[in-house]
């Protein structure tokens, strides 16, 4: 089992980062909340609708409301750019002429003007990251969930990332979380951070107390430290 006994509520229009080592289920606890993996025991809400043991088209109904950002970037290989953003926007029907309005516009806030021809392997791979967040927000969902949007991305567009992570909060009210390594980024972008330590939730709390925090694992952590009660392995 990879969690047990955790209780996590997000409040909508809030960004929560996820914190934690490589191999805490981070990941794995994004794919519960789009119903990719169903958990053994539990239950999760979306508003007061249930996910779990939801019947199909409730479920369906649910997950439309979120947009993703995997770790990888999972473009479609055989599509450019311009038609990997578009795609869930067409799926929305969303015109084509404000389809043809956001693609560029997307691209210019991550940083890729001028790539909407390109294939998805003609470009590096935080390149191709930086498309895959471009695709994720461009039809605009009301949750969004990232997966490490910071990470293979140098600091400057870093820092571009986490600028748009909030303008689409302060602009649609977007429900963020935000699974990262990067602790610079979820003291920018994050209200609250949420670390993950054996199974566990062992700090929920605002950078501001995640910073003050005697929790020595936490403090490992935050300050990345190979010493302390965290092994390395
Ligand atoms: N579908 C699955 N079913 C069961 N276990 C899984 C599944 N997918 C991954 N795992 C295991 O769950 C653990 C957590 O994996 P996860 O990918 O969530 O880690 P992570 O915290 O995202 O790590 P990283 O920071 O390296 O991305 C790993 O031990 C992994 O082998
Ligand atoms: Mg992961």
Known sequence: MIFSGITLSVMPG???SVIGKSGTGKSVLLKHLIGLLTPDSGQIFVDN????GADRNTRELIISRFGVLFQGAALFDSMNIYDNIAFGMRRQNIHEDEIARRVPEMLSHVGLRGVEQKLPSELSGGMQKRAGLARAIARRPEIMLYDEPTTGVDPI???A??????HMR????MT???VTHDM???YRVADRIVMLYEGSIIFNGTPGEIRETQDPVVRQFIEGRAHGPVSVT
């Open 14 to 16: 809030e960004i929560v």
């Open 170 to 173: 302060d602009e649609f009210h």
């Open 161 to 166: 990332v986490d600028r748009l992570i909030l």
């Open 49 to 52: 609708h249930e996910l779990t």
């Open 184 to 186: 610079q980024s979820a």
């Open 157 to 159: 567009t870093g820092g």
């Open 176 to 178: 963020s979380i935000v």
